[in-house]
């Protein structure tokens, strides 16, 4: 993966940067692909569905409105997203588990760790614009991540070698 410096140095125009507040907890620190979006406020719902689908390198970008209260993603459900080929799993909220986050060979960035997991109340919205860390982030969106940083962009970025 090209890192995300440079990425950000040749396409400053076509870039939107999440401000720095998410933190890597996943085993991966560096990973890409197209977007996947889901909006939920403390239930997990939604997010299951999706890392039970085939992720096909995508990235499932998750609005929890910055709660901290409920995790919103744990070891089984990243190893369920681990295994079903998703890249990555960023969390504008908590998630739990960390010791198992960081078993899997997927990236997951969040605001912070919380041991309480949510209600099941089958709650949620997928594929809507949904914002996380300053930047608005749709479906279909391409998204690189790794320690300098998240970008993201409607087109995929590639610098000729």
């Known amino acids: 993966m090209t890192p995300v410096c440079d990425l950000c140095d040749a396409f400053p125009e076509a870039v939107q940067v999440l401000e720095p507040v998410l933190k890597s907890y996943g085993g991966e620190q560096a ?24 992720g ?3 990235i499932l970008v998750v609005d929890g409105g910055a709660s901290l ?3 919103l993603l744990g070891g089984d459900l990243a190893g369920k997203a681990a295994s079903n080929g ?16 960081e078993r899997e ?7 912070a760790l919380i041991p309480m997991k949510t209600e099941k109340r089958d709650l949620g919205v ?3 614009p949904i914002t996380v860390a300053g930047a608005v982030v749709r ?6 991540a790794d320690r300098d940083g ?12």
Do not use: C, M
């Not at 799993?89 to 998630?95: C, D, K, L, Q, T």
């Not at 998240?150 to 995929?156: C, D, G, H, K, T």
């Open 69 to 71: 209260k409920r995790s």
């Open 56 to 58: 096909s390198g995508r």
């Open 150 to 161: 998240v970008i993201v962009s409607a087109e995929p970025l590639h610098l000729q070698t």
């Open 86 to 101: 998703w890249a990555g799993v960023i969390v504008n909220g908590a998630v739990r588990d960390a010791a198992e986050l």
């Open 126 to 128: 997928r594929g809507v």
């Open 139 to 144: 479906r279909g969106d391409w998204l690189y």
């Open 105 to 111: 060979a997927l990236g997951v960035l969040a605001l």
């Open 31 to 54: 990973f890409f692909g197209q977007v996947e979006t889901i909006r939920t406020h403390e239930d997990n719902s939604r997010v299951r569905d999706a890392v039970n689908e085939p």
